[in-house]
């Protein structure tokens, strides 16, 4: 076995030592699989203190169905470890005739883009591999022994019978089957000289020819029946590498439509021998979706170990890891394909061997496929969204991809013991394990062993999350992309406080004809805000100043003169405890009037008015010409409207939501502003899900802030559309986030 594979250690020394050692006898017994507990402390994630580090110059053996032979898995696996190490040739190219073997075949039924998949969707002329072939010939479909299970034979001397392969590199080995009665075949480079090998033996084998010192290009090699003998020629494939690249070359070892069963009944002798000559690195295997449908547990674990014990009698000491496909609609005696996950669990752990449950990321089939990671047109195979996670999980446990790291935590730190505030997380490398937009992640994070909720990716540097509920100290952070994780040691703070502000000294001031300023004090440092309204049922309130003082005070604008108003302000402290206070009113003041003094006139007649008396009549007073002007001026401050921002009132018409957006296009959340939240706000009305009954946000008044009014509005809009947004994902209460689904709905209505 090639030594460039090492295990990588961990800060968990204990699962270290299990895990190397795990092979020894004292090990044999491990404990079972327990329901619920997905992976182990050793070489499963996400502990990842064992996982295989892949170096350059290795070489992965990756063998399984159609999820390895054809357009699926392999394809984003080898991209981005192409991305990421120099090019080290295509590998193992079967010469049979079955279509959806080439390594890098582009298969109509599954669309990329992958991440690292080239735009437009070309292979890289280095990745072409071109396959010919003539006369006649006869494949054994998983029954061949070749290392894919596939063998192509010929007696077609007249032909002559002819297999080619063209592909990039600087070395070649041809790769067929020596047999009793076999015949012969000459073969070639580039149309050069033929050199005749003869296939037959008095025993039966994989044996390999090698063409080495080529120059980096495009070479062909061609081989043809020269002698069919007394049984055939039987051809397996050719090899295609570049010697000393420094880059990971991955053989791709499969079979479609094979099963565990399949590849334990191969002639042991033949595929060992032709397996042996490989070398490899690293073995993944890859199967379950064709077992499922009538294999039990046991046959299956059977089989799988079977097909181990043929791989470590070709290579003693190679490292394997089991990855089993993910959870899809097929089904069978034993249930779905999660039913294999225990017992190959507990081989991995008793052996040593890698284990990685890809659909512990991806859920059970309704939710994945609710989130696009099947594909349409055949149920069997992921979209290539779904190839794409799979092959994130496979390359980020062996050590591809950096490892997160946690810096700093912000927002609501320190947190009270019952936690439920918002925090950010502020770090590097954070992963997007939603494999489509901003806005979704099942990225994990615990604060002292007890995971978070609502964990939301932002950026490779940002995640926001709910802290969970912890007793008073400091905790560690951890943030899990796929196997790794990052640490922040004591970064987070609880403590033991449940006791809101002591809120006093409520004052309204002296109201205006259009608005007060209200002013109170908290006996500790917390926030301010004002609920108000024409009732106690508040219909308003102003935009939550989080300044931490114990002297508050918030202005009430754009109020209607002699009118009374009920409002009630709110303070909460560092640790999230709120204390409201009770009911309060205000009246606002009246709009001048003036009253004109007449003269009386003579006793016959009525009184009359002199010209300035006239005069004083019609030229109302300053403070009625300031209240006036004030209601012409269209660009003045909406009632709550945040400070810094914009309101700019605009007539509002609820039965016509023509002046909401064509298309929303990104995730929206509250805090976050910008004119498509002002268009949020418009089409919530027009929808008669009111942002707020007066004042900011109301109709006509929509602003470009994300606050409390509109995230309530939103939530309201959620649960009447719930059969579109909430139940697809598996939920059955609103979010109030502005993501992929509630945009989708919105976006439709809108049409």
Known sequence: MNSVIRRRTSHVIVAFVFCVFSIMPQYAQAAPYVPGQSLYPNCNPPESSCNFWVTPNSVIAYIGDSWVAGNHTIHPFFYYVNAHFPFAGVGYVPVDSYPYNLPLAYYPGNVPPYDYFPIPYTIDPAYVVTKTSTGTWTDSTKTGSGPNLMR??????????????????TDFTIYYLKQSGGGSFGYSIDGGATTTVSTASTTSFTDSINISGQTLAQHTILMSVTAAGSSDVGLYGVECRISNSGGVRIDKFGMSGSSGLNWAAANATIWQSGFAQFNPSLVIITLGTNDIVSESTTTYTSSIQTMIANIRAASSTVPIILAPPTIGPNTGPAGDVSAYYPPLQDLARQNGYGYVEVSKFMGGFAAADARGLWADNNPGHMSSLGDQLFANVLVDCLGLTPAPTVNSITGQNPQNIVGGRSITINGTNFANLSTTTVGYSTTTVTIGGVSATNVIFASSSTITATAPANVAGNYDVVVTNYTQSGICSGCMTYVDDTTGPIISTISSGTPTTSGTTITWTTNELSDSQIEYGLTS??????????????????????LTASTIYHYAVISTDAYGNASTSPDQTFTTASVPVVTPSVSSGSSGGGGTLSPTQLAALFAPNASTTAYINSLATTTSTVQGCPIGYICTPTVPNLNNPSSTPTNFTRSLKQGMSGSDVKQLQIFLNSQRFIVAQIGAGSPGHETNFFGPATKSALMKFQLTHKDEILTPQGLTAPTGFFGAATMKTMNTLMK
Request: charged share 15%; with cysteine.
């Open 537 to 558: 049922s508040y219909t308003a309130s102003t935009t939550l100043d989080i300044t931490l003082t114990r002297s508050h005070s918030a202005a009430l604008s754009r």
């Open 152 to 169: 192509t034979n010929s007696t077609d001397v007249a032909t002559p019978a002819t297999k080619g392969v063209t592909c990039k590199g």
